[in-house]
């Protein structure tokens, strides 16, 4: 008998607690009845009576079945079916678009190249000397030789 009471117990406890979490998972707009708090209070409150209350009687109804939804075998004519997206290698914009990009990252890296050897060749000159056809003194001969 004691086994009993404690099995309904627990019963009531997991009720308790699926409907609470229900209780606050839910979002605030859907809440029928009363507002969130005084369910959560109810249920805490009242256990068992409180969790078949918010169950019946708080918790968002269900949404209706969407019957537009195209399914296999649904009998949707083909001309209402809903389409895919066109795959991006099928896409001529979307191609376009990719040799515009590829273009410009080509500028772009021409110019970080030409940068870079502008750089090499000014670091060149400060260490070694001119680089030929420079024209410029190199700075190793305004030094005195030690």
Known sequence: MARLYVLLFLVE????ICALISCLSTEEDEI???PRLVWVLIIL???LVGSIAWFVAGRPATAPVDRRRWRPGGGFPEAE???RQV???DDPEFLRTLGERSRSDQE?????EADLRRREDDLRR???GPVPG???PSPREDRPES
């Open 13 to 16: 406890i997991v009720l308790a």
């Open 32 to 34: 029928r009845a009363l």
């Open 45 to 47: 409150f009242f256990p």
């Open 81 to 83: 079916r809903p389409r």
């Open 87 to 89: 795959a991006p290698d």
């Open 108 to 112: 772009m890296f021409a110019r970080w």
């Open 126 to 128: 400060r260490d070694t």
């Open 134 to 136: 420079d024209g410029e």
